[in-house]
């Protein structure tokens, strides 16, 4: 088992340069780019980047972007100028101050050995690390993610077993009806109606509407602080979960329906075992390996993807408004230092589900199948 983890381990480096380069040649041919956001919001000419931008003329700024807004000024006092285009010199000043003063391989070479080294650099607009960036979003996108998937198997396993002890029934015709009318309805969608239900849209002002927590949220006593916190999570989560059930719920059904139909279960049956006894003691093991062993996956997809309208509706600073202000501000530190963080955490975690086969179901060798 050592061998085969080491294998999987030393495949994750050409994995994760394959995707780094595949992502880096993309980025290089999309037109734009962070010199061109800056030189078209200071001509005029464009909206200027999304999110903070450090060239916005609030106090305390620096950064590339700053700097060229005071020299096109003449200095802080000084009458903008932006009109008349700006000089060659100052574009050269940013190439080399963004680092695209160099060919587009030296500076991936460059990117692969502070990644290596886990230096992600700097965010162009918002003059703060990417590691600090990603830091304080977490809590969000970590709050969603979790509640979300536990909420997810705690549910839709038990759903998942029913059915399949009740194929054919009328449970499972009317659950079958309302999990497609879930997956069909976006979460979006299901916000929105949230919001009008229970969030003083309309109706009813139940819960809170906007952040993870209340002001003043840490002069509170802990139990009041848990509540607050959970109180304010209701509708994401809730709006989340709606679309989230399908897929494991007829996984979880399917898996089962499989195994209660093999031999074995027929013959615990002939020996005189209760139905409880053959489900719990003899199916569920094998049925549930491939749903458990999923798990690790599962969160990581729910964690980093599919969060940003969420995230808009219910104004939660999360990853996922993250990733978008980034790629829409050609932001390249944060977009590969995030895709970097993500793709290995997502490629460990793949290796983690494998192992989480072994522990469900130790007769699982993963070193013959590979002999």
């Known amino acids: 088992m050592l061998a085969y983890i080491l294998r999987r381990l ?27 956001k800056i030189v078209a919001e200071l001509t ?38 932006g009109a008349q285009g700006l000089p060659p010199e100052l574009i050269a000043q940013l190439e080399r101050q963004f680092g695209f003063d160099r060919p587009a391989h030296e500076r991936f070479l460059k990117m692969l050995g502070d990644y290596l080294r886990f230096d992600f650099g700097t965010s162009f607009f918002r003059d703060r690390t990417v590691i600090e960036l990603v830091l304080e979003k977490m809590p969000v996108s970590i709050s969603l993610g979790v509640w979300t998937t536990l909420l997810t198997y705690l549910v839709a396993i038990p759903l998942g077993i029913a059915k399949a002890v009740r194929d054919g029934s009328r449970f499972d015709i009317w659950t079958s009806g309302a999990i497609v009318v879930g997956y069909a309805v976006p ?14 849209g309309s109706y009813w002002q139940i819960f809170p509407l906007r952040g993870l927590v209340s002001e003043g949220w840490a002069e509170l006593p802990w139990p009041e602080r848990i509540l607050d916190y959970l109180w304010h999570l209701v509708l994401p989560i809730g709006a989340m979960l709606v679309g989230s059930f399908a897929t494991l719920t007829m996984l979880t059904k399917n898996s089962f329906l499989e ?57 939660l600073d999360g990853l996922g408004l993250l990733g978008y202000e980034a790629a829409l501000n050609r932001d390249y530190p944060l977009m590969f230092g995030t895709l970097y963080i993500f793709t290995l955490l997502g490629l460990v975690m793949k290796i983690v589900s494998d192992l989480t086969y072994v522990l469900v179901d130790p007769r699982i060798d993963f070193e013959a199948r590979t002999a």
């Open 44 to 81: 005029g000419t464009g909206a200027g980047a999304t999110g903070r931008l450090t060239g916005g003329g609030g106090a305390g700024e620096s950064g590339p972007a700053f700097e060229a807004r005071q020299q096109q000024q003449g200095g802080p006092q000084g009458a903008y100028r």
């Open 259 to 315: 195994e209660i139909n093999k031999q074995y279960v027929i013959t615990a049956r002939a020996k005189g075992l209760s139905p409880r006894r053959v489900l719990y003691g003899h199916v569920f093991r094998n049925a549930m390996l491939i749903v458990i062993a999923g798990f690790p996956a599962a969160f990581v997809g729910m964690l980093f993807t599919g969060a940003l309208l969420i995230e808009i509706i219910f104004s």
């Open 10 to 36: 030393l495949l994750v480096i050409p994995t994760l340069f394959g995707i780094l380069l595949v992502n880096f040649v993309v980025i290089q041919a999309a037109p734009g780019g962070p010199i061109e």
């Open 187 to 200: 979460s979006f969608l299901f916000a929105l109606l949230l919001i009008v239900l229970f969030a003083g």
